[in-house]
Nanobody, 115 residues
Framework: QVHLAESGGGWVQPGGSLRLSCEAS????????MGWYRQAPGKERELVAR???????DYVDSVKGRFTIDRDNAKNTVYLQMMSLRPEDTAVYYC?????????WGQGTQVTVSS
């Protein structure tokens, strides 16, 4: 059974940084495409960043140059480093496989960017 536990969210002022972590069990992130997704109030969940099993990385245009997805195979953990945060980045952030698995969504971690 796949279990994904997100952490690292919080409140930050515009321009600040956060690093999110996603500890995985039941899968190996080293051989599985993984993604970070987010859902803002009143909006649909969207893919923000993904890393393929080969290490390739893709980002949604709105976060390019500000967010970096990475993984630590030894810790079986995926990270999302977020810099230059903006109020529009406020959302609940989730990790999941890519493509996502409907029964693998975790609780997510709230990121709030405001002054």
């Amino acid at each position: 059974q796949v279990h994904l536990a997100e952490s690292g969210g919080g409140w930050v002022q515009p321009g600040g940084s956060l690093r999110l972590s996603c500890e995985a069990s039941g899968i190996f992130v080293s051989i599985q495409g993984m993604g970070w997704y987010r859902q803002a109030p009143g909006k649909e969940r969207e893919l923000v960043a993904r890393i393929t099993e080969f290490g390739g990385r893709d980002y949604v245009d709105s976060v390019k140059g500000r967010f970096t997805i990475d993984r630590d195979n030894a810790k079986n953990t995926v990270y999302l480093q977020m810099m230059s945060l903006r109020p529009e980045d406020t959302a609940v952030y989730y990790c999941n496989t890519f493509p996502s698995r409907s029964n693998s969504w975790g609780q997510g971690t709230q990121v709030t960017v405001s002054s």
